[in-house]
């Protein structure tokens, strides 16, 4: 029997994950905090061109499971062990399984009638998790995921819906060679997987090897048997280190082996002997290279670039600055500018040192937390900034802090899932060619504070 739940992700209820986060605190320490962000996380809101809110039907907590991102399939699949769980009182848990939204089931030695029965109890027990499923029943032959499975003739092989031509990446492609040379391996491996035995493989092989070709590849598929490597002797679990990945963009415009480069300039700052040496050696530095972005990406990521630089909200064209004393502002009537790479100039005689900073919101908050270190001694090491205005107020000499923009950035995310602003705040420190430079090398090391942990990861690592 297969069964699908209709409209999943929309049609789970407070109170079905509720029930579903109380029962995984069986297996695992769910803290009242996690369980507390979990379900704020839910709070979902869309807006329409015309700034309208969408509200959904028959709530009034804007509570909802959105598709598309990795909490939401995480509680997607937390909710289907909970509702497997409770049809363990119907039928065995071995003969009963779901993916998502999509469930199969085997009824051993039930008649057509008695299997029709076990149908409508289970469509009962979907009902009262609110939750309606479409079934098929009596059948025995099926069509699951990307697998048909036959129990008259007790094989499996792959499966394609009608009208889905496969296609993979040119072998010419900008990737990773390590990227292209894996491709046809790895569909090799996984029609074998989906085909009982070669003679399936075989009648399966044809179309994928064509899109192959299509692809410029010279490879042919051929089956793996994979029940003669399962026979081999497993190999001994490694011992877990802590790694350090290092993933430079791939290009293949690009001639110079960065990674062979890269390699040698650790093994230059850190020989035998640095007391970090044991941090960044070649067993714990480890490199892969990611993939840039296609044509289509960089092009829109430009375009939406020029147009968010050329469309200025009224609000914020109207007001760039709230200060009392305009004369007094200390960026020039521009405080309220945000997501910015700022620099103070503190000049004492004949003397100038330089901070670099960033600020994600307007800048007059973060002037503001700058002007409350200077003035309270408790929060002296807030900054490298603070620490320097401290050391010339214990000298009693004399200073003054000039404040000006460098960069306009913002903190959304690359295509590598790097912060805009903290990559920009690095360069501008690193390009900087002030010797008197207050920022700390340790700086180019930190952790943006932009990229923050989704509720789920939280939950995981806890």
């Not at 306009?408 to 690359?414: A, E, L, P, Q, V």
Request: proline share 5%; glycine share 4%.
């Amino acid at each position: 029997m297969i069964f699908d739940i209709v409209d999943f992700y929309p049609s789970i209820t407070k109170e079905l994950l509720s029930k579903s986060l109380i029962w995984a605190r069986q297996y695992t320490p769910i803290q009242d905090t996690v369980y507390a962000t979990i379900m704020h996380a839910r709070k979902s809101l869309l807006y329409d061109l015309e700034g309208r809110p969408w509200v959904k039907k028959a709530t009034t907590d804007a509570f909802d499971v959105t598709m598309g991102g990795f909490d939401g399939a995480e509680v997607c699949e937390l909710v289907g062990l909970y509702i497997l769980h409770k049809l363990g009182d119907l039928i065995d848990s071995h003969d009963i399984g779901l993916y998502r939204d999509d469930g199969l089931a085997v009824l051993r030695d039930h008649s057509g009638s008695q299997a029709d029965r076990m149908r409508k109890r289970i469509v009962a027990a979907f009902h009262t998790f609110g939750l309606k499923i479409t079934t098929q029943a009596n059948i025995k032959t099926v069509n699951y995921l990307d697998a048909t499975l036959d129990l008259r003739t007790g094989t499996h092989r792959p499966f394609r819906k009608p009208n889905d031509q496969p296609t993979y990446v040119h072998c010419l492609s900008n990737h990773p060679p390590e990227v292209t040379k894996r491709i046809p391996e790895s569909i090799g491996n996984r029609i074998s997987t989906l085909s009982s035995n070669e003679e399936i493989f075989d009648n399966a092989a044809p179309i994928y090897n064509d899109a192959l070709r299509d692809s410029g590849y010279t490879d042919h598929l051929v089956y793996n048997n994979s029940t003669e490597s399962s026979k081999k002797q497993p190999r001994k679990k490694p011992r877990t280190r802590n790694i350090i990945w290092f993933n430079p963009p791939y290009s293949r415009n690009v001639k110079s082996n960065v990674g062979k480069l890269f390699f040698r300039l650790l093994a230059k700052h850190f020989p035998k002997g640095n007391k970090l040496h044991k941090i960044f050696n070649k067993n714990n530095v480890k490199l892969s290279y990611s993939c840039m972005g296609n044509m289509r990406s960089i092009i829109n990521s430009h375009n939406n670039r020029l147009l968010s630089q050329n469309k200025l909200r009224p609000q914020l064209a109207q007001r760039i600055c709230n200060c009392r004393v305009k004369l007094n502002c200390p960026l020039n009537r521009n405080c309220l500018v945000s997501s910015v790479i700022y620099r103070a100039d503190v000049t004492t005689g004949d003397e100038t040192k330089s901070y670099i900073g960033l600020s994600s919101g307007p800048f007059k908050q973060r002037y503001s937390n700058h002007s409350k270190s200077f003035r309270h001694e408790r929060y002296e090491k807030e900054t490298e900034l603070s620490k320097h205005i401290w050391d010339l107020k214990r000298k009693g000499a004399p200073f003054v802090i000039e404040w000006s923009v460098l960069k306009h950035s913002n903190t959304s995310m690359r295509r590598s899932g790097q912060c805009n602003l903290c990559i920009d705040e690095k360069l501008c420190i690193l390009l900087s060619k002030n010797p008197h430079l207050l920022n700390k090398r340790s700086e180019f090391i930190s952790k943006c504070r932009h990229n923050r942990l989704k509720p789920m990861n939280r939950a995981r690592k806890k």
